[in-house]
């Protein structure tokens, strides 16, 4: 190694350098000639009372202009009078049964919110990015849902005469949309549009945890708020007053499983229903992701051990260079 064959000495001796040289340094403040010139004519002009006056009244002027175009200056924080429930209560966190890293959808619970969005929901809200197929395989078979898609009639054609017709449902047909547009939603619902649900567990902060909150969080409003006519108190929704009323309560519907219809036990399960419904791709997503880590990671500790098993050798030996002595002796 190079750094054995330096004696300690040298180091003691490089040190000792540095250090003595700073001494050397002059002291004194170095003047240049070319600086020394303009200097006095420019610090007097600095010093002088007409310049202090000036510059003060063109900051204050600039201030004052500005705050005539803009209202306020960008660096001054304003303060507003506004209430916690303005930006709506924060929803608690729920321990989802999906909501860890291994976890797979509550089917069973996906199910019986299906029947809790047909049952209750489906009256005021689509879901339009659900097709009856989608439902196969997750929550039911297919010869359920194919039943359920029979039950509906679609408009389909046109046909040979060129007219519309109706016809039973299939299973690759999307789920009917209780209101044919959205004119005809608004002027069922006081003004008020019911969200698509398709996708609102993820259009939503808060997610799953804040539709259960809501759906569950109906109370009477606080002493001094006031609600409209027609709206509701919902400290979970932002502002507090909401077009839709309390949808869910005990035993609203009867579940073929048996499960006792609880107002909290239907809001989890359309809850877990509507997350399937914003990532349908959920359970395979997760399978996936753990597959990948484990492909990875072995492969990133087999190529780990490979490196250094090649590089090992290269690393390790050493080159020694034999000058090649001179037989004659010059
Ligand atoms: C009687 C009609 C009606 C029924 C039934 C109904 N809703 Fe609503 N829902 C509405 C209306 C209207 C709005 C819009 C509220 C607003 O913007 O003030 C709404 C809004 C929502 C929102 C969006 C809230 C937000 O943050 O913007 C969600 C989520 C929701 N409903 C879920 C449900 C669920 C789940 C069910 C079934 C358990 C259901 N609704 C049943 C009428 C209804």
């Known amino acids: 190694m190079l750094s054995s064959r330096l004696s300690t000495g040298a180091f003691r001796k490089a040190g000792s350098m540095a250090a ?49 175009l803009y209202g306020t200056l960008p660096f001054l924080g304003e ?5 916690l429930s303005d930006e709506g209560l924060h929803p608690p966190k729920y321990p989802w049964p999906h909501s860890g890293y291994f976890d797979s959808f509550d089917h069973a619970s996906i199910r019986r919110g299906y029947q809790v969005y047909r049952e209750v929901c ?3 809200h689509s879901l339009d990015r659900i097709a ?11 010869d359920e849902a194919r039943a359920m898609a029979e039950e509906v009639e679609y408009q389909d054609g046109p046909n ?23 004119e005809a939603a608004r002027a069922g619902n006081a003004g008020a549009l019911p969200p698509d649900l398709s996708l ?10 804040y539709i259960f909150s809501l759906l569950t969080g109906y109370i009477d409003p606080p002493a001094g708020v006031e609600i409209r006519e027609g709206m509701n108190y919902n400290p979970f929704f932002p502002g507090g007053a909401i077009s839709m009323a309390r949808v869910l309560f005990d035993g609203l519907v009867e ?38 880590v484990i492909l990875f990671s072995t492969l990133f500790a087999l190529s780990l051990y490979t490196k250094r098993f090649k590089w090992g050798p290269i690393k390790n030996r050493k080159i020694l260079y034999n000058p090649p002595t001179d037989k004659t002796g010059h």
């Open 20 to 68: 003595s040289r700073s001494t050397f340094l002059p002291s004194t403040k170095v003047r240049f000639a070319s600086s020394s010139s303009s200097s006095n004519a420019f610090e007097s002009f600095m010093n002088s009372r007409a310049t202090l006056a000036s510059v003060s009244l063109f900051t204050a002027g600039t201030i004052a202009w500005y705050t005539h």
């Open 79 to 83: 303060v507003h009078a506004s209430h």
């Open 122 to 124: 489906a009256a005021c």
């Open 132 to 142: 009856w197929r989608n439902l196969v395989g997750v929550s039911h078979t297919v």
């Open 160 to 182: 040979d005469e060129g007219e519309m017709f109706m016809r039973p449902g299939k299973l690759a047909d999307y789920m009917p949309a209780p209101y044919p547009n959205e």
């Open 200 to 209: 609102i567990v993820k259009a939503r902060h808060g997610g799953a945890d």
């Open 255 to 292: 579940y073929d499983d048996g499960t006792p219809a609880t107002t909290s036990q239907m809001a989890k399960d359309v809850v877990t229903f509507l997350n399937w419904a914003a990532e349908p791709e959920h359970d395979e997503r997760k399978k996936t992701g753990i597959k990948a």
